[in-house]
């Protein structure tokens, strides 16, 4: 009962969000066993309940076990990232300005390396294209979108003068209503809207999950489909891809070659297309589904219960990972290789950080350095991805780090920590 009202007094007074100021020298944590009841009456997610308890017990085993790193990076100087909902008027629009200027800077890709990159946002595309076999295994996935979304608000900071953070969208809240999120609603203050109805592909009844060839749940059309017609990224040109989409009118990338390391890269200007679809949101990325998820056993189960099950899309599950880019879908938002072409991306990919961190500091002792499977997309036969593989970024951000430094968001080249 003491640890629920602990929980309940943080969600009730943010400004309160911090582990005890003396922290505790037994390493006790908040079991989050207790908090299975949720008032019936309340509108609270469970899976922010759990998230409170995460960020609480990653702060007791870090000052605990890391006493060193927490002297550099605690609760004081830490960073929360927050959801788009909760930032004010004018943090939604110092974040929007931010990620607008990033696609005016010149590109860092060399030409040869990169022909379509028009600008410094494609940088961040092309890496993501770039990399895309040895970043969607099971190994290094998380570890990896972790240092690339880290990257990108770095970078809108740095080259862009913004002074706040990258924020996320929590699926559960809007699972029932996302084109009514303040996120995708199409005001001034929203990273857009749905997609024009009237210019759907025609013939595209449905979106195949995981192939159109070959679908194993099909998504129907929402009421969108066509370009983005209202909010700031009415605009937003979309320079690469496509590689690997489900939208059939999405006119192909003049660069078609696997083995030059090209594919993709070419450049192949078009509007942003979404297709918003509640009925995907609402069935896999609702609080029932988060919180299934966040109550994993171990890695394995945590990582397939994420991205659609064991035997990917069978029984009808999608996993929060597809659904959450199936709630935008279209251009390139359906394309998993080129997707961080919609700025939506990093929203989406806020929030699998933010389930990953919440999973992992449910029970830091066992979990912040659970890793689980190979290093190369759909092959169980590769080798194992270890703490100690690293990973860098391309032209998009100098530097490299281990999987190890990317485990625990108040170590490595991180701090930082969720609401
Ligand atoms: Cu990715």
């Given amino acids: 009962m003491r640890t629920a009202a602990v929980v309940g007094a943080i969600l009730l007074a943010p400004a309160a969000f911090a582990a005890p100021q003396t922290l505790t020298t037994s390493e006790e944590y908040l079991?989050?066993?207790?908090?299975?009841?949720?008032?019936?009456?309340?509108?609270?997610?469970?899976?922010?309940?759990?998230?409170?308890?995460?960020?609480?017990?990653?702060?007791?085993?870090?000052?605990?076990?890391?006493?060193?790193?927490?002297r550099k990076c605690n609760r004081n100087n830490a960073i929360y990232r927050r959801e788009w909902a909760a930032f004010s008027t004018s943090e939604k629009k110092d974040y929007i300005t931010a990620v607008q200027c990033m696609s005016k800077l010149p590109s860092k890709t060399p030409k040869e390396k990169c022909p379509g990159c028009q600008n410094r946002y494609d940088d961040f595309v092309a890496t993501h294209i770039n990399q895309t076999f040895s970043i969607h295994n099971t190994g290094n996935f998380l570890a990896w979108h972790r240092y690339f979304t880290w990257a990108y608000e770095?970078?809108?900071?740095?080259?862009?003068?913004?002074?706040?953070?990258?924020?996320?969208?929590?699926?559960?809240?809007?699972?029932?209503?996302?084109?009514?999120?303040?996120?995708?609603?199409?005001?001034?203050?929203?990273?857009?809207?749905?997609?024009?109805?009237?210019?759907?592909?025609?013939n595209q009844t449905f979106y195949g999950i995981p192939t159109q060839a070959q679908p194993l749940i099909e998504i129907p059309h929402g009421t969108g489909g066509g370009c983005v017609d209202s909010g700031p990224f009415k605009d937003w040109k979309v320079n690469l891809g496509p590689v690997f989409t489900d939208v059939t009118c999405t006119p192909a990338n003049p660069e078609t070659n696997f083995t030059n390391g090209?594919?993709?890269?070419?450049?192949?200007?078009?509007?942003?297309?979404?297709?918003?679809?509640?009925?995907?949101?609402?069935?896999?990325?609702?609080?029932?589904?988060?919180?299934?998820?966040?109550?994993?056993?171990?890695?394995?189960?945590?990582?397939?219960?994420?991205?659609?099950?064991?035997?990917?899309?069978?029984?009808?599950?999608?996993?929060?990972?597809?659904?959450?880019?199936?709630?935008?879908?279209?251009?390139?938002?359906?394309?998993?290789?080129?997707?961080?072409?919609?700025?939506?991306?990093?929203?989406?990919?806020?929030?699998?950080?933010?389930?990953?961190?919440?999973?992992?500091?449910?029970?830091?002792?066992?979990?912040?350095?659970?890793?689980?499977?190979?290093?190369?997309?759909?092959?169980?036969?590769?080798?194992?991805?270890?703490l100690n593989d690293s990973m860098n970024l391309g032209y998009a951000y100098p530097g490299t780090v281990t999987i190890k430094d990317a485990m625990s968001t108040l170590a490595g080249p991180f701090c930082y920590a969720y609401i």
Avoid at 32 to 53: E, G, M
């Fill in 154 to 202: 770095q970078t809108l900071r740095k080259e862009c003068n913004y002074k706040g953070y990258q924020p996320y969208y929590n699926w559960p809240r809007w699972a029932r209503n996302p084109a009514g999120s303040p996120a995708l609603d199409g005001s001034a203050t929203s990273m857009g809207g749905n997609g024009l109805g009237g210019d759907r592909c025609t």
């Fill in 31 to 70: 079991d989050y066993s207790v908090l299975d009841t949720a008032p019936a009456s309340s509108n609270v997610l469970q899976a922010d309940v759990l998230a409170s308890a995460a960020a609480i017990n990653q702060q007791i085993y870090q000052s605990i076990n890391n006493p060193t790193q927490w």
């Fill in 262 to 386: 090209l594919i993709g890269l070419g450049k192949n200007t078009r509007c942003l297309r979404r297709d918003i679809s509640s009925w995907t949101s609402s069935q896999w990325t609702n609080d029932q589904q988060v919180t299934k998820l966040l109550k994993s056993k171990d890695m394995k189960t945590f990582w397939y219960d994420m991205q659609g099950g064991e035997n990917p899309f069978s029984n009808n599950f999608m996993g929060v990972h597809t659904a959450g880019h199936f709630t935008t879908g279209g251009d390139p938002g359906s394309d998993f290789v080129a997707s961080p072409g919609d700025p939506w991306f990093f929203f989406h990919h806020g929030q699998i950080d933010r389930v990953w961190w919440t999973w992992q500091n449910l029970d830091p002792k066992n979990r912040i350095n659970a890793i689980y499977g190979t290093v190369f997309l759909a092959d169980p036969t590769a080798a194992n991805a270890t």
